[in-house]
């Protein structure tokens, strides 16, 4: 392995996209019933008898049942699929480029620039006389994932179906999908980002799970997805959607377990999920260049257990992951303490560390507190660039969804867990913000909100 995680050794041979090799076997949850594996590979095949051979297939299905069979359909005629983390017509243009012979997938419509074929038709009204269970070669790239963008410019991750494959087992025990027998997730997060592709793609295709094929995002959605999926039922998500579901009194049916990640959450935050839901909570913390790395039950840990092909290494003070079968290891992006080869400590992204007048906070530790204020709906507290040609120096700003409080109150509250040195100039109040589809906030995007906020109040 070498680069973002590719094979470039000996070819080798294909494996089956599906595993187990059941074409009997459910895929999909939806209102009506379940989608089988016969029925995916028979649309898979109509769809890709429309595609060209080879090229670059950018996904833009939302259903997940679609977006399989997209992936499976672009495989078999040799293209690499390409998951942008956007949806608009400066993500497609940016991560094409001057690839040849790229084309889209999509339910509908695409109101893109380029001028690039779109296909639609993953759900195409074909039988499910497919007899075969499709393979690929283990080294071929078989999709080109992007970062999230929450931490500057997305870019592009390249992983071979043997890179793919090999981590659905190793996931599976991490979080403990491996003791349930045939589960069937629910999860509020999209496939085409790297902690949605490995719990509702590849837990699907190569680890016996199953998924709704519905992307849930509201408490009643979220509940409906759950009762027409069978136990046991997981269900993936974020903090932010955990949070809305945690408020309100949407009865659910019984679930086996919750898995978080995009952002750590409290111990408080976590026991209060599992008494709300009555299920144990795991968090994952990973990263698109390898994605899951380690596991914690937030309610009772604070240390990170690494996933059980991966160990933890200081090298030379840098804190990286590394493959226990082979010679490849990434850098954690963000500052990890090691604390053996099993185990890590997570205290911040690099560009999260905020140090004013010698001491020193993280933001979204800063921010976890500002959505403790009774009152916070939302909210989040960013380091501001501000014109330093004029003599000002960076301050920290808060942006929260709070109709009933005033900056005042906010202030006030923050003083009670904060140190002075933390509280922000400016307390923005904005009716929502700006979160992508995992609830993540991408630094472009709030730094846009501060500038436009700025002028309009007129405070530069």
Known sequence: MS????????????AALISPPDLSRTLFWEAEGSISARQIVARAAALAERLPERGTAVVFHERRDYFVAALIAAWSRGATAVLPAGSGARDLEGIIGGADGAYCLSEQPLRQSPA???FIGAA?????AAAWIPSLPMDATAIRIFTSGSTGVPTGNDKSWATLAAAAAPTARMIGLDRLCTPSIVATVPSNHMYGLELTVLQVLQA??????????????????????????VLVTTPFHLRGLMES????????????????????????AERRICAPVHEIYGFT??????TREPARQSDWTMRDDLIAISDGGVAVAAWRSFEDRKPFPDVVEVVDERRIRLLGRSRDIVKVAGKRASLPGLSAELTRIPGVEDGVLILMAEDEGRGLVSRLAAFVVAPALSATQIRHELRRFIDPAFMPRYVFHVSSLPRNET???RQGDLQKLAAEKLFRDELL
């Open 124 to 128: 195409l009204p074909a039988g499910d």
């Open 116 to 118: 690039i074929p779109v």
């Open 249 to 272: 009194d949407i009865v659910l049916p019984p679930v086996a377990r919750v898995i978080s990640a995009t952002a750590p959450m409290s111990a408080e935050f976590a026991l209060s």
């Open 439 to 441: 609830g993540k906030l």
């Open 289 to 294: 260049e390898i994605g899951s790395v380690a």
């Open 3 to 14: 680069g973002n995680g590719v094979y470039r050794g000996p070819r080798l041979r294909d």
């Open 208 to 233: 016996g799970a199953s998924v709704h094929v519905e992307r849930p995002a509201y408490p009643a959605d979220i509940a409906r997805c759950l009762v027409e999926s069978p136990s046991p039922r």
